[in-house]
């Protein structure tokens, strides 16, 4: 069984993918990381990606499959994947539903519910850390970060027009493909209107069923 997450900008689903993979024993599929290791790789797949990038291009869906084709070939017998941010529209969800049924690999998905004006909140309030980038929720109030000391500002594409724009995306692309897997009782949700701590909880108490988490 593997696990396809979603979540709204500001869910925290960034942070709780790493959680989850740890307690759950999950391998996370991050496209950039994949990307950067086919493209060193001397093979036919390897190729298209570099002259893809080297071209400075959008990296097609079809292609993007093939990617984690690859990815699910190279994990090893029963182990589980984490999908995070895939599949994010409707084309997605086709291709990825073919791929899946392909290989043989069943999978659940698991939202991370939040409101619209609390992912508004949330967005509009967070810091960055102007060194090591680290992202610090409106709650976190101090001047400086708890990593590195660096000093925090508000994220240049955190303007209200931007993360309007980043939400209604997420509302019109990715929304339909959640209910989609609703419909067909593929989906499992938490309540994302918590502390990071209770959100983990949550989601190791809803996913155990299916993935022996370790408790805390
Ligand atoms: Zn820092």
Redesign the pocket.
């Known amino acids: 069984m593997d696990l396809v997450l979603f979540g709204m900008q500001g869910s925290g689903k960034g942070t709780q993918s790493k959680f989850i993979a740890e307690r759950c024993g999950l391998t996370i599929f991050e496209t950039g990381a994949q990307l950067r290791r086919l493209a060193d790789e001397d093979s036919d797949l390897g190729r298209k990606v570099k002259s893809i990038l080297n071209a400075g291009n959008l990296v097609p869906s079809e292609v993007v499959m093939e990617i984690i084709a690859d990815f699910l070939h190279h994990l090893p017998e029963g182990a589980s994947a984490l999908f995070d941010g895939i599949p994010r529209s409707d084309d997605q969800q086709k291709l990825f539903d073919k791929l899946m049924a392909g290989e043989n690999r069943d999978f659940m998905g698991l939202l991370i519910e939040l409101s619209e004006k609390e992912a508004l909140k949330r967005l509009t309030t967070r810091r960055i ?6 992202v610090f929720p409106s709650f976190y109030t101090k001047a400086t ?6 000093e925090l500002t508000t994220r240049h594409d955190d303007t209200p027009d931007a993360i309007r724009t980043r939400l209604d995306t997420f509302l019109q692309k990715t929304l339909p493909v959640i209910n989609a897997y609703k419909a067909r009782g593929k989906m499992l949700t938490v309540n994302g209107e918590q502390g990071i701590e209770g959100v983990t909880k949550d989601i190791v108490e809803t996913l155990n069923p299916y993935f022996s988490c370790e408790e805390k």
Do not use: D, I
């Open positions: 850390c102007s060194k090591c980038k680290s970060c708890e990593n590195c000391g660096g």
